[in-house]
């Protein structure tokens, strides 16, 4: 569940971010706030994909999960090339959207596992 807090936590600063793009100390301030949530997101990441990934394919994943963050960076970034004529406040609420959403369908993912496994 810290993972997903975390992204919350990254998502909303940035989203409030768009709001107040007119004002750069508020901003700075805001972005300096979601990178606050990067360091326990990453920790807790790493701690998850460790306890559950199986020993005989933990490289695997962890290569794997690289790749995939690597080839989604790469997509966010011709996204974000072709969308570059856009104001800046509307390319902070798709930068915001992804860990939000990602975040809310993880945390509701998380739920519908636990109410399955105890039932």
Same mark, same amino acid.
Request: hydrophobic letters at 55%.
């Given at each position: 569940?810290?993972?997903?807090?975390?992204?919350?936590?990254?998502?909303?600063?940035?989203?409030?971010?768009?709001?107040?793009?007119?004002?750069? $100390?508020?901003?700075?301030?805001?972005?300096? %706030?979601?990178?606050?949530?990067?360091?326990?997101?990453?920790?807790?990441?790493?701690?998850?994909?460790? %306890?559950?990934? $199986?020993?005989?394919?933990?490289?695997?994943?962890?290569?794997?999960?690289?790749?995939?963050?690597?080839?989604?960076?790469?997509?966010?970034?011709?996204?974000?090339?072709?969308?570059?004529?856009?104001?800046?406040?509307?390319?902070?609420?798709?930068?915001?959207?992804?860990?939000?959403?990602?975040?809310?369908?993880?945390?509701? %993912? %998380?739920?519908?596992?636990?109410?399955?496994?105890?039932?």
């Amino acid at each position: 569940m810290t993972v997903m807090i975390a992204l919350i936590g990254t998502g909303v600063p940035l989203a409030l971010a768009a709001i107040t793009a007119s004002s750069l $100390p508020l901003t700075a301030g805001l972005f300096g %706030l979601a990178g606050i949530s990067v360091g326990p997101f990453a920790g807790a990441l790493f701690t998850t994909r460790n %306890l559950y990934a $199986p020993d005989d394919v933990q490289a695997q994943v962890f290569t794997i999960s690289a790749g995939l963050r690597l080839t989604i960076a790469a997509a966010g970034a011709a996204i974000g090339g072709a969308l570059a004529g856009l104001p800046s406040s509307i390319l902070l609420i798709f930068v915001a959207s992804a860990p939000l959403l990602a975040g809310a369908f993880g945390s509701l %993912l %998380l739920k519908k596992s636990k109410a399955y496994e105890s039932s």
